[in-house]
C-alpha cells in the first residue's frame, strides 16, 4: 500500500523568509502525489501534484515541489513566506484501490508564520 | 463549474442517536469518496463509489456506518449509533477519474 510520512508536524517561519514543509513517500510503482492546503474552517484546496512529466512542479501561490525518486521525497518549497500562507498543509499519494484510486492523506504540517 | 456541495455544514448530536451526511458531487464525476478527517489528522478514506456501486469500503465501519449513492449522482453518509469517536469532519470530494479532486466543505460533527 502507498502511504505518505509529512516529518514536521509543525513549522514556524518568519514572513519573507523561505518555508520548506518536508514529505517522504512509500510506494510500489511511480506515484501521483500532490499537496493540498487547508485554512481554517475551509475546504482543501489543490496547491500542486505530480503525475510523472516534470520532477519540478509548479503550484499556486507561489509553492513548488520537487519529486526525488532516489530520496522517494516530495517537499514543499516557497521561496518567501506570506501572512496568509499560514495553514494546514497535507502531502497526498494517490493509490490504486480496486477498480479505481483514491487519495491518501498524510497526517498534515501545520505552517505558522510570525510578523 | 459549481462545486461538491455538502450539508449540513454542521451538526451536533448526542451519543447513540443517529445523523446523515448528504452531498452533491460536481456534475459528471462519476467517482465519489467520502473521508473523515478528525481533529489534527488528515483526512482518511472512508467509502468510494463508481457511479452507483461501492469501489472500495474497507474502511468504513459497517456497524455503525452506511452509505448508499443512488443513481450515480448524489450521496448520503449516515452513522447509527453515534460515538463519541465519531467526531469528526466529513469530507465529500468527486473525481472524472483523470487525476482531479474537489473536494467540499465538510460536514463538522459533534457527538456529544
Known amino acids: 500500500a502507498q502511504s505518505v510520512t509529512q516529518l514536521d508536524s509543525h513549522v514556524s517561519v518568519s514572513e519573507g523568509t523561505p518555508v520548506l514543509l518536508r514529505c517522504n513517500y512509500s510506494s510500489s510503482y511511480s506515484p501521483s502525489l500532490f499537496w493540498y492546503v487547508q485554512h481554517p474552517n475551509k475546504g482543501l484546496q489543490l496547491l500542486l501534484k505530480?503525475?510523472?512529466?516534470?520532477?519540478l512542479v509548479k503550484g499556486i501561490n507561489g509553492f513548488e515541489a520537487e519529486f526525488k525518486k532516489s530520496e522517494t521525497s516530495f517537499h514543499l518549497t516557497k521561496p518567501s513566506a506570506h501572512m496568509s500562507d499560514a495553514a494546514e498543509y497535507f502531502c497526498v499519494v494517490s493509490e490504486i484501490v480496486q477498480a479505481g484510486t483514491a487519495l491518501i492523506f498524510g497526517k498534515g504540517t501545520t505552517l505558522s508564520v510570525s510578523s | 463549474e459549481a462545486g461538491v456541495a455538502q450539508s449540513p455544514r454542521y451538526k451536533i448530536i448526542e451519543k447513540r442517536q443517529s445523523v446523515a451526511f448528504w452531498c452533491n458531487p460536481i456534475s459528471g464525476h462519476a467517482t465519489l469518496y467520502w473521508y473523515q478527517q478528525i481533529l489534527g489528522q488528515g483526512p482518511k478514506l472512508l467509502i468510494q463509489?463508481?457511479?452507483?456501486?461501492?469501489?472500495?469500503d474497507s474502511q468504513l465501519p459497517k456497524d455503525r456506518f452506511s452509505a448508499e449513492r443512488l443513481k450515480g449522482v448524489d450521496s448520503t453518509l449516515k452513522i447509527q449509533p453515534a460515538k463519541l469517536e465519531d467526531s469528526a469532519v466529513y469530507l465529500c470530494?468527486?473525481?472524472?477519474?483523470?487525476?482531479?479532486?474537489?473536494f467540499g466543505s465538510g460536514t463538522r460533527l459533534t457527538v456529544v
Open positions: 505530480y503525475t510523472s512529466a516534470a520532477t
Open positions: 470530494a468527486s473525481s472524472t477519474g483523470g487525476g482531479g479532486y474537489t
Open positions: 463509489f463508481q457511479n452507483n456501486g461501492v469501489v472500495d
